[in-house]
């Protein structure tokens, strides 16, 4: 069993910046694909960013890429997600995620442990 709880969210200016927590506890996350998702209302969940087991390999959805970094620290059991040049139509609900899988994947339905998620609002 793995806990996630996610942190750092809040309201942030268009442009801005934000960088989100996952802490993961009750097991090591080092052998889990992890993964960023958001929901935005009357959306469905959809895939950020995921991060290979060493954190050598990212992979980004269109819509962030150039503007959002994902990164972890197997050591501290945390994965981040650094979100730069912010849009509006980035205000959803952030979901840290955890997969057993030794490769990317980017369904929701794969992903095995969820975070309670936390509110990105951006607006000026």
């Known amino acids: 069993q793995v806990q996630l709880v996610e942190s750092g969210g809040g309201l942030v200016q268009p442009g801005g910046s934000v960088k989100l927590s996952c802490a993961a506890s009750g097991s090591t996350i080092s052998s889990y694909i992890m993964g960023w998702f958001r929901q935005a209302p009357g959306k469905e969940r959809e895939v950020v960013a995921t991060?290979?087991?060493?954190?050598?390999?990212?992979y980004y959805a269109d819509f962030v890429k150039g503007r959002f970094a994902i990164s972890r620290d197997n050591a501290k059991n945390a994965v981040y997600l650094q979100m730069n040049s912010l849009k509006p139509e980035d205000t959803a609900v952030y979901y840290c995620?955890?997969?057993?899988?030794?490769?990317?994947?980017?369904?929701?339905?794969?992903?095995?442990?969820w975070g309670q998620g936390t509110q990105v609002t951006v607006s000026s």
């Open positions: 995620a955890a997969a057993g899988y030794s490769w990317h994947v980017k369904r929701p339905s794969e992903y095995d442990y």
């Open positions: 991060i290979s087991w060493g954190g050598e390999i990212p």
